[in-house]
């Protein structure tokens, strides 16, 4: 991670290190399993070099493409200077260069960081988040935030959530490959059919394992971000208080709303989900439960003598 006043975690640093080498290793995987599925190494080559430039477009434009899913906009210190200056005063305190700051005009009470680098990163907020937290609490999302772009998850998050978009690209490749005649066995006689169900197989299994990897990487990078933040701040009985606000407002927000916004949710601070169970194995976060019990530790912690 960047050096900075937050609490470095060589848990998270060790988790995002895995689950990239993974990734990478079922990436090449899936290509060579394509390859020996469709008889046509060529065809598997192109199609993986196709999913890899999405994925990398996806990290290189990953800042624009989340702002624009969210209908936000970034604003200057003259249109939001309490928002500005929440903001100077964290990064102050963090000791690390200040992002760009974002707005989205949804009632949604949430917020996200996004950005391939801490020199290109946003720190977005919605209206509803802003209408519904003091500043108290308001600071303590901030500095979730601000820790998910000093330990670089963000980052990492973006990556391996491409994961399942290159497995589809080479999926797709290989159907083509199947149909067109590029299955076929050492005697010339054609095996689209078992190509194309090998293929999908293999791609089937890669995208399950990359999705509970990335879960996994998940969950742990948000009590990450919050005890970092948590201890930057020295409250985090605000932060409490405004994940309990932020989870307990989701009930109203209208379904319609919620899954317009539900592609984010493994980069809000607080899925956008209603009358659901977040402790299961497939959530993008732990469940507000085991949270709280953090942060209350946290406060019990900083309120030993001599801390």
């Not at 006689?189 to 293929?199: R, Y």
């Not at 197989?201 to 742990?220: D, M, N, Q």
């Amino acid at each position: 991670m960047a050096r900075t006043r937050f609490l470095p975690d060589r848990g998270l640093t060790a988790r995002m290190t895995l689950v990239l080498f993974l990734l990478g290793a079922l990436f090449v995987a899936l290509v060579v399993g394509i390859m020996f599925a469709v008889q046509s190494p060529g065809l598997a080559v192109v199609v993986g070099l196709v999913g890899l430039g999405i994925a990398f477009f996806q990290w290189w434009s990953s800042d624009t493409l989340a702002m624009r899913a969210m209908r936000a906009r970034e604003v200057s210190p003259q249109e939001a200077p309490e928002l500005h200056g929440m903001i100077d005063r964290l990064c102050a305190l963090a000791d690390m260069p200040k992002p760009r700051v974002g707005v989205a005009d949804m009632d949604i009470p949430n917020a996200f960081a996004t950005g391939r680098s801490p020199e290109r990163a946003v720190v977005c907020v919605t209206t509803g988040i802003l209408r519904r937290l003091d500043a108290d609490e308001l600071e303590g999302v901030l500095a979730h935030e601000l820790s998910h772009v000093a330990h670089r998850d963000v980052m990492v998050m973006t990556i391996a959530s491409s994961a399942g978009i290159v497995a589809g690209m080479v999926t797709r490749g290989a159907q083509y490959g199947a149909f067109m005649g590029g299955g076929r066995d050492r005697n010339g006689k054609g095996g689209g059919a078992a190509a194309l169900l090998l293929a999908l197989v293999i791609s089937l299994v890669v995208y399950a394992i990359s999705f509970f990897l990335t879960r996994l990487l998940s969950r742990y990078r948000e009590l990450c971000a919050d005890r970092s933040g948590a201890y930057l701040t020295l409250k985090p009985a605000a932060l409490a208080s405004a994940l309990q606000k932020i989870t307990g407002e989701m009930s109203s927000i209208p379904q319609r709303d919620l899954r317009t916004s539900r592609a984010m949710n493994a980069f809000f601070i607080a899925p956008a989900i209603s009358g659901a169970s977040l402790s299961t194995i497939t959530s993008t976060h732990p469940s507000l439960e085991q949270r709280l019990e953090q942060l209350a530790r946290i406060q019990a912690d900083l309120a030993r003598p001599g801390v």
